[in-house]
């Protein structure tokens, strides 16, 4: 079973608690889902790049 974890930083703002990113230890990827459309599926990256992208989301490095 995977055990799934939400960001206590989750769901700030306006939007009542439901933005929510929810990550978990797959193997050796991290998933990230949506938790409002956890059946949709899930985003597997390898530890490095999961780093990578926390890394440029913190410096707000990241564009459409």
Same mark, same amino acid.
């Given at each position: 079973? /995977?055990?799934?974890? #939400?960001? &206590? ?16 230890? /797959? ?7 949506? &938790?409002?459309?956890? +059946? !949709? ?9 999961? +780093?990578?992208? !926390? &890394?440029?989301?913190?410096?707000? #490095? !990241?564009?459409?």
């Amino acid at each position: 079973m /995977i055990n799934w974890r #939400k960001s &206590s930083h989750s769901g700030g703002g306006g939007s009542g608690g439901q933005e929510c990113v929810e990550v978990a230890r /797959i193997s050796r990827m991290v998933g990230m889902r949506d &938790s409002q459309a956890s +059946a !949709v599926g899930h985003l597997s990256l390898d530890s490095g790049s999961f +780093a990578a992208l !926390v &890394s440029a989301l913190k410096r707000d #490095k !990241v564009t459409p």
